[in-house]
């Protein structure tokens, strides 16, 4: 066949455009796969091995008391600082719904029906006159606390608290080199210095510290009074903010199942409540700064959580202890690694227990032997790498033996909540009613069956002795 010689010109630069589109793909691809390398890469945590860790843990602080996840008074600006450039779990439940049996199952990274921690006192037996005041070393010889790991991982550990439900007989000292309680319902300014104190002496140690105290409790009140920035100045209602007006309305929900408030007297109590918040919040920034000036942030890994959430009214009652709804469960979790490069939003459902397993993994450390097979939480180092877990979690109280409730609320949403006392069985769809205000135990057939059997089979298994590698 004949070509001209325009049509040969033709055909080589035609071929010429085709390389030159190749090229251009190939160099796009390359980059594509580059970028896909180095994004994998920048999604993964960067540990701090044997890094400080320090836990500040605030009761009864409900999740939605922070500005970043739903609080629309500025209340919280040092923690929107820290959550700008950590972790914030959006959607983290507490064991159970008051100080005592969550506290201890944050420290052993077990359920309080397997810690045994579950009042202040304990029954011997059926009869409610013998009793015992609990003791976790007491109680199960064998079972081990994060304090002791770290111990045994070579770290300096203390914990100052604000006494009450966190007091050293019930075995929360198990592990501590230094374990103070600053008072009774204490906040954290109580124990501020004594812990600055402990990290200047151990400068040059790894530390684990623990800071606790009841900052926004309805038995605290801030250094100075309560100014009632918040308050409606036109509120004419019965409230004063006081803690023996606290311990009477919470007494009479124990005794009465609810109590009696109108819309502003409720709102007279948050408006207390985001005070206390704020308090809270500087308190927190204060110590950090001071901490800062010792030059070991760029070593430490904070968290700042809670124990339990706290009561508005949303099911009759204020405080806390006595339900298992999500404003006594849903709590804050904020981790800051510090070689962490922004926030991030962790939306998945995570556990108190599944905290100090994290812990562990962000310093690189390995638990031992007979921890490993102790903890049923579990590290959280997935979701932070964008990975995703599904963990249901199985809350329980048994506050005061004025209650007795179990429940599960499921990874997907939804919650189950059976009262053993009374012998009743709630269903929420948690994604849908997110106040749990319909009760759909009846309705739901699927959900209500698949929920039981998982509960029920969880509440065995607590029932089950376990051993451990140490016995």
Known sequence: ???????????????????????????????????????????????????????????????????????????????????????????????????????????????????????????????????????????????????????????????????????????????????????????????????????????????????????VHGQYIPPGGLDRRFVDASYKGKLVGSTEEQKNLREEGVLQGKIFLEPDDVAFLRAVYDEKVAFMDKSIGEFIAVYDKLGLSRDTIFVVTSSHGEEFYEHGRIDHGMTLYDEVLHIPLVVIPPKNSGNRKVSQQVRNIDILPTLFSLAGLTLTPSMQSQIQGESLLPLMEGKTLSLDIYPETVYRYATMQRAIRSADGWKLILDEEMQTKKLFNITKDRGELVDIYQQSSSQRKELLEKLLQHIDEMRQPRTNSNE
Not at 63 to 74: F, I, P, Q, V
Not at 181 to 203: D, M, Q, R, Y
């Open 1 to 215: 066949m004949y070509y001209g010689k325009y049509s040969i010109r033709f055909m080589k630069n035609a071929w010429r455009r085709i390389v030159f589109v190749v090229c251009i793909l190939g160099v796009f691809i390359l980059g594509w796969i580059a970028y896909g390398k180095i994004s994998t890469r920048e999604s993964r945590v960067a540990l701090c091995h044997e890094c400080n860790i320090v836990m500040i843990v605030v009761d009864p602080l409900r999740a939605d008391a922070l500005e970043s996840l739903g609080n629309k008074r500025s209340v919280t600006p040092v923690l929107n600082e820290l959550a700008s450039r950590g972790y914030i779990f959006t959607n983290a439940m507490a064991a159970s719904s008051w100080t005592l049996p969550s506290a201890m199952s944050l420290m052993t990274g077990v359920y309080p029906s397997l810690h045994g921690i579950v009042n202040k006192d304990l029954l011997v037996s059926n009869s409610a006159k013998e009793t015992m005041t609990a003791n976790l070393g007491e109680l199960h010889p064998t079972m081990r606390t994060f304090a002791q790991e770290f111990k045994e991982q070579g770290y300096a550990t203390a914990a100052f608290t604000g006494g009450a439900a966190m007091e050293a007989t019930y075995g929360f000292d198990q592990g501590f080199d230094v374990y103070e309680s600053l008072g009774n319902f204490a906040g954290l300014p109580a124990a501020t210095s004594s812990a600055i104190a402990f990290v200047e002496k151990h400068a040059d140690d790894k530390i684990f510290l623990l800071l606790h105290g009841f900052d």
